[in-house]
Each structure stands twice: as C-alpha cells, then as structure tokens.
C-alpha cells in the first residue's frame, strides 16, 4: 500500500532558507543543505524548494543548490519558484531536481504544461495552484504568491492543468495559510476527487490532527508544511508516529 | 568497476551521486565499446519504453545487453531497467524490449481510487525462494513513479512483489541479473543499501 507523504518545504531567497529554524544541532541554520541533511534524517519523503528570490540572475544559484543537495541527500526533490519557460524546467531536472513545480506560468502560458509533460513525463511536472475562497460557495485562483486574483475556479483549473499533463498538484489555501487553524479540507477533498494525479495538501497546519484530517477526510496523498518543521514544534518522525497510531499507512 | 549506462534516457546524476557517496568505484558507459574493464552493469531508466529501447537500438546497445546478460555477467535494472527486460509492454506497442524475461509490462487499471501514475512509498516484499536481495529490507518501503507494472506470474525470476491495487512483480531476479521497478537512488538509506549490495556482489 503505497504511503502518505510528509514534505517540508524550504523557502529559498539567495541560496538561504528563508523561515528561521529550529534545530538545535544545526551549525548554521540558514545552510538549505544542512536543513536537507537534517529533514532526511528525520525521514521526510521528499523535499521541496521554492526559490522565491525576486531577480533572474540569482535563480542560477538555485539550480546550483539543487545539484549540491543532490550529492547529499537521496530522496525525491521537487523545484518551483521563476519556472516560466520549458527551458527553466530541463536546467531544474538536468541539475537533480525530480519535479518541477509551476504556478503563474501555467496560468499565463498554459502549454508550457503540455510541453513540459510530453517532453520530461507527466510523472514530474507538478502544478501548484494557490487558492482562495470566494463568495460563490466556490474557490478562486491566485497568482504571485496569492496575490492576484484570476479568473480562474480552482477545480476547473485542476481539471484543465491534469488534461495538459501535470502529473500531481501542489494545493495550497491562501485563506488557510499561515493560520496554524489546519487545512482547507473542502478544498483539499474537492480537488482530489476531481482528479486522477496526487494532490499535495499544503497552508495551515499546526497539530498533528491536521496532518491526519487532510489524508483522511481531505483525501490528499501527501501533506506539505514549512514553519512547523522549520521552528520544530513538531519533527517529521512525530507527524509520522502520530499518523502510523491513527491507522494511516506512512513510512517510518 | 560497476558501469552506469548512459544511453540519453535523463538525467543520471542522482545514481552517481548514489554510488560516489557510497564510495562505489563507477564510470559512466556511453558506448558497448566502453564495456571492457567493467564487472556489473547498473541501467538507470525513466521515460517511455519506446523512447528507451529506441535510444537503446540506436546507440547499438541492445545485442551487447542482451550478450551481457545472458552471459551471466552482473545487471541491476532500475525502474524502465526492469521493464525493458521483458519482451514488450501496453506502453509501446509493436516495440521490442531486450526480452530477456518473457511477458508483456501492463498499465495499471484506471480507478477512482488509485492514481496513476503510482507516486511515493511502497512496500516491495521480497519472494520466498529468492536469495539475491538482503532478507533486512524485506517489505522496507522504496520510492517509486511509474504507470506500467509486471504482471505477477510464478516463475522462477520474480524476487519481489508490490501492492497497488493489485499485486505486481516489481524485482527480478535471475543468476547474476537483478533490477526492481523502484529508486534505490531516492530510496534514501535503505535504497543506499541496495545498491552497495551490487556493487559488494561483482567486486
């Protein structure tokens, strides 16, 4: 029976982490190496950058950072953050990166999803889609980091994103995140019986029974968090103990 | 020597970077000529089976492999590695695979409940009779991505066996070929395990 994943994410701005942390035995905190090495031991199943340095030239960085962490630690990297050409997507994957995660360049240029996939396979493109919920019962997608709203319905846009190829979805609620009052289940539920690829749950957990309602009632495949393992209020080996207790099948 | 091939098919860092930190002494292949000096072949794969075997044929691999192989010379196959072992698959129609293995790889079922294709961590439970793979990673979950499965069969080459849906063979095992359907190189310390293992049993 296949697992449910647990992913820290790990902000990126300058080849640095971005969230302060918490881990005692780490030298220098802010080394995205470091914290990798320290995540893999912990047993997260994958790891997940997002490069949200503002200017181009420094995205180069990123791709040297995902090929240092490539040596280090064995487990499955998704990149995303500035991917908007099918170019950006072969130098993530040709630098180690697993999966390649896209958000406003699928909305602006939706066919750099059918390229990407039919080129690299469906199996790592992912499509990361922030939205919010709007006043018609129903949720609205956002671009740049929650900030614009588009015209989109979220669910026809997971649909849509699916058909070009994205092979998994990265779900993120901008009404949820940041809040620590647990995921957008609805959202979360809506979107996974929609469709045929994993959905990533991520924004706003903050217990372990949030974890467990996303993979349980919200039907994610895995669940996606940043400042809580960042600040160590929880390890991921206690998310996964707690989960394995609830009777959910994980990797320990 | 353990000889990662490299025949176009991606990118085949993460698997060097898997045998350096393990201090596994690896050259990469980009031709059969380079074969001489090597004592196991590691076949990394991803992508569609037509791709492969095409990028296989023409880079003249496929008569080397399958003289490797049926040599008894050391294999380990990973992911479309183990799937291009068999004579052809669902994916590609009408293209050959190196048919080492008799039978054809399948696409998993479509279903309401399972995705496909199959992403993350599986238990791979290895069979009764095979003596290849280490009895301490028995049911150890590896990662795996893959939409095209080995049908189970009795024969003497399956060594491990997978549940997602269904039950598949996802290692083989056969004198001195091995390959599974899984990422030892993403497995983190267990895959780690599997592939020193190899490179431990040609040396």
Redesign the interface.
Known sequence: ?????IIPCLDIRNNRVVKGVNFVDLIDAGDPIQQAKAY?LQGA?ELTFLDITASHERRETVVDLV?KV???????MTVGGGIRVAADVRRM????A?KVSINTAAILNPEIIDEAAAFY???CIVVAIDARRNQKGGWTVYTHGGREPTELDAIDWAKEVVNRGA??ILLTSMDADGTKDGYDIELTRTVAEAV???VIASGGAGTLEHFAEALTEGKA??VLAASLFHFGTFTIREVKEYLRDQGIEV?I | MIGILDYGMGNLGSVQNACAALDIPARMLNAPSEMDGVSGVLMPGQGAFRDCMNHLQDQGWVEPLREWIKADKPFFGICMGLQVLFEDSEESPGSEGLAVLPGTVKKFPPSDELKVPQMGWNRCKWDAKQTYFPAALHERHFYYVHSYYVPMTDADWVAGTTTYGLEYVSAVSFGNCHAVQFHPEKSQADGLKLLKHFSETVS
Not at chain 1, 1 to 5: D, E, F, I
Not at chain 1, 70 to 76: C, D, R, S, Y
Not at chain 1, 93 to 96: D, H
């Open positions: 029976m296949l697992a449910k994943r893999e199943d090929g490539g040596k280090e630690v064995f487990m499955p994957l040709n630098a180690g697993d396979g469906c199996q092979g998994e045929g690829v994993p495949d895995a990797r």
